[in-house]
Structures are given as C-alpha cells and as structure tokens.
C-alpha cells in the first residue's frame, strides 16, 4: 500500500476559531469554500498540508485532537507566532523548548485542538 498524505479532519463549535488559528496565524490559504452552508466546511493547504475543518458541535464536543508541525526553522516560526498570534502560545510549552527524546518544540492551542511546532 502506498498513501501520500494524511488529512485530519478538526471540528469546531465555531468554524471561525479553526480559521483564524489555520489562515490567520499559520498562513494556510482555504482552498475549498463551503462557509456560507447550513453545515459550514473547508479544506485548507499550505506546502502540500491539507486540513479539512467542520462546524459540527456534537462533534467539537467528543473531539479535541492534538498533532504536530514539523519545520526546519522553528525559531522563524515561533518569532512570527509570538509577535503575531501571541494568544494561540499554550501556556505549558510557551517557548521553544528542547525535549528529552531531542527535538525542539513549543506548543499552540486555541478552543478545539493543541499543536506542537517540532523540529527535530
């Protein structure tokens, strides 16, 4: 078997949450636009990422997912977040932080889902 890409699906109470964490803040672009539906969704990309986000309530409510970004410039990215989106920090992993198993990493978090920005 051979896959190419892993896409996450994330729910939100409020869609909005997830698009300003994802397009505001980590500068994905929506690259399909169902926004204005009775059931709100949109794929977003960025660098060959694909994340598709949903409205769904009962859902955000069962889920609140947790996954990683790997760079090869954390310091970059972790200036840009800290002078832009400074809210979205995760206030146990705030810095960048080496980690004993080696990599370096700090944490986002907004209403429905935690990131870790990692590079190894």
Same mark, same amino acid.
């Given at each position: 078997? $051979? ?5 996450? $699906?994330? @729910?939100?109470?409020?869609?909005? *949450?997830?698009? =300003? &964490?994802?397009?505001?803040? &980590? ?6 636009d ?11 990309? =960025? /660098?060959?990422?694909?994340? $598709?986000?949903?409205? $769904? +309530?009962?859902? +955000? /409510?069962?889920? /609140? ?16 977040? +800290?002078?832009?989106?400074? *809210? ?9 932080t &080496?980690?004993?198993?080696?990599? =370096?990493? @700090? +944490?986002?978090?907004?209403?429905? &889902? ?7």
């Amino acid at each position: 078997m $051979n896959f190419t890409k892993l896409v996450p $699906n994330v @729910f939100y109470v409020d869609i909005n *949450d997830g698009l =300003k &964490l994802f397009v505001e803040c &980590l500068e994905f672009t929506i690259e399909h636009d169902e926004l204005d539906t009775n059931h709100p969704f949109c794929v977003l990309g =960025k /660098n060959g990422l694909r994340i $598709n986000l949903f409205e $769904n +309530a009962a859902l +955000a /409510n069962e889920h /609140n997912p947790e996954f990683r970004l790997e760079t090869d410039d954390i310091e970059e990215v972790y200036q840009k977040i +800290a002078t832009t989106h400074p *809210d979205f920090l995760h206030p146990n992993l705030s810095s960048i932080t &080496l980690r004993p198993w080696g990599a =370096k990493e @700090f +944490a986002l978090r907004d209403t429905q &889902l935690g990131i870790v920005i990692q590079q190894w």
